[in-house]
């Protein structure tokens, strides 16, 4: 398993810019430098705190959102920005994962993500599945 304390990930809103370049006619979306600098620090910590290969197989991820106060950004969100900020470092790509659980806490006044990571195991069948 792995166990990691992130910190607050930005919104969505800030995740991604789009421009129209010069002489297209349609915009172009990339990642925010905001969303580089997150993907980078959380790519570091996640290291620091034991990530050295990513997992392979199937996973499943709980997260606890930690908000600075009360104004904070939607738990579908952090799930997002979280996933593509660990993604090629605590796990190979988000098609791995089978099963996520998410809440939402108290704020503590620092905001934080905790993340938790393990192997998917299915529970096992019914011993009498067909019998009566």
Same mark, same amino acid.
């Given at each position: 398993m792995? =166990?990691?304390?992130?910190?607050?990930p930005?919104?969505?809103?800030?995740y *991604?810019?789009?421009?129209?370049? /010069?002489?297209w006619?349609?915009?172009?979306?990339?990642?925010?430098d905001?969303a !580089? =600098?997150? !993907?980078?620090h959380?790519? *570091?910590l996640a !290291?620091a705190?034991?990530?050295k290969?990513?997992m392979?197989?199937?996973?499943?991820?709980?997260? !606890?959102?930690?908000?600075?106060?009360r104004?904070?950004i939607?738990?579908?969100?952090? *799930? /997002?920005?979280?996933?593509?900020a660990?993604?090629?470092?605590?796990?190979?790509?988000?098609?791995?994962?089978?099963?996520?659980?998410a809440e939402?806490v108290?704020?503590?006044? /620092?905001?934080?993500?905790?993340v938790?990571?393990?192997?998917?195991?299915?529970a096992p069948?019914?011993?009498?599945?067909? =019998? =009566?």
């Amino acid at each position: 398993m792995i =166990a990691l304390t992130l910190p607050y990930p930005i919104s969505s809103n800030r995740y *991604w810019r789009s421009f129209v370049p /010069k002489g297209w006619t349609r915009a172009v979306v990339s990642l925010s430098d905001e969303a !580089k =600098a997150y !993907k980078s620090h959380v790519g *570091w910590l996640a !290291k620091a705190q034991g990530c050295k290969v990513p997992m392979t197989g199937p996973i499943e991820i709980s997260l !606890k959102l930690v908000p600075i106060n009360r104004r904070r950004i939607d738990l579908s969100n952090c *799930w /997002k920005v979280a996933e593509d900020a660990l993604q090629g470092i605590a796990f190979g790509n988000d098609s791995q994962v089978v099963k996520l659980t998410a809440e939402l806490v108290e704020p503590d006044g /620092k905001g934080a993500l905790i993340v938790r990571i393990s192997e998917f195991v299915p529970a096992p069948a019914p011993l009498f599945a067909n =019998a =009566a």
